[in-house]
């Protein structure tokens, strides 16, 4: 994977996402000169740890959660209960934790979890911060059966998932999702997107060692059927998918596939 990674790390970043940049700036107070070089330093100590598309291609500066349609029913739910809790699976630098701060939510309700321990000590060099915010972060892999995980067990309204399930095959994906489910509630909403595709399906992995499951709207529901049967768990799911630039830019890879695209999902708990 080392070699071919290489091919994901974006050399010719002239500028970043708008909303990044406004944050780095107002939030961080990075003067705007030092924006790019900046992010560039920290995102090439990150590829370094775990060289992801999304760590190369930039993608780690994106506010996914504010860009869905849930984000203001999100965000009232979350303001207007402080005893709400939030969890960011997958939170790499923690910009959606940032971004929730910023609009408003206290940081005892923000929550993170991540495979890469390191990502949340570089988050607070991304966004130099560490002394105005500080929340819970974990460290895990969502398949460690060895792993403590009563501190999440039943705990949180409101959870975050964007490029995480894609991860793996559909039976790593089931795995990963009953214990997601072990961290909610009736009433909680899970809110995300994934790589997927219009037919769903196995396809060949990132890595060339496998193959990982894309879900369609379809295969979506089927899956979450099966979630709670596994759970005792009920759930509804919305799911929408829809081609986007973020795929068509890795069109030319190993792994892709013509109905490649992005499924944006909102689940929730009904019991």
């Known amino acids: 994977m080392k070699n071919e990674s290489s091919q994901w790390l974006q050399s010719d970043v002239k500028d970043i996402d708008p909303a990044a940049r406004e944050v780095l700036e107002k939030y961080s107070g990075i003067a705007p000169e030092e924006v790019v070089p900046h992010v560039l330093a920290i995102r090439d100590k990150a590829f ?3 060289p992801w598309p999304c760590i190369g291609q930039m993608r780690f500066l994106r ?21 709400s809790r939030f969890l960011d699976l997958g939170c790499c630098f923690g910009q959606d934790i940032r971004k929730l701060f910023i609009d408003g939510v206290k940081p005892h309700q923000l929550v993170g979890l991540d495979l890469v321990p390191e990502f949340h000590s570089l988050s607070y060099d991304l966004f130099r911060d560490a002394s105005k915010l500080e929340f819970e972060f974990h460290a895990r892999d969502l398949h460690d059966d060895n792993a403590d995980w009563s501190p999440l067990q039943n705990r949180f309204d409101v959870l ?19 214990r997601i489910a072990s961290f909610t509630k009736p009433g909680s909403i ?4 994934s790589l997927g595709s219009g037919v769903g399906g196995e396809f060949p992995n990132l890595e060339g060692t496998g193959t990982n499951f894309r879900q369609s709207e379809e295969t979506f529901k089927k899956f979450w059927d099966e979630v709670g049967e596994k759970t005792g768990t009920r759930w509804t799911v919305k799911a929408t998918f829809k081609a986007m630039d973020s795929t068509k ?4 890879q190993a792994w892709a596939e013509p109905n490649m695209g992005i499924l944006l999902f909102e689940v929730t708990r009904l019991e």
């Open 160 to 178: 975050h998932l964007t490029s995480l399930l894609h991860i793996w095959n559909w039976e790593g994906q089931v795995k990963a999702a009953q």
């Open 63 to 83: 506010f996914s959660l504010a860009s869905y349609p849930s984000y203001g029913t999100v965000l009232e739910r979350l303001r207007s209960d402080p005893e």
């Open 190 to 193: 899970l809110v995300g997107s």
């Open 249 to 252: 830019m890795n069109m030319n």
């Open 48 to 50: 370094a740890l775990y």
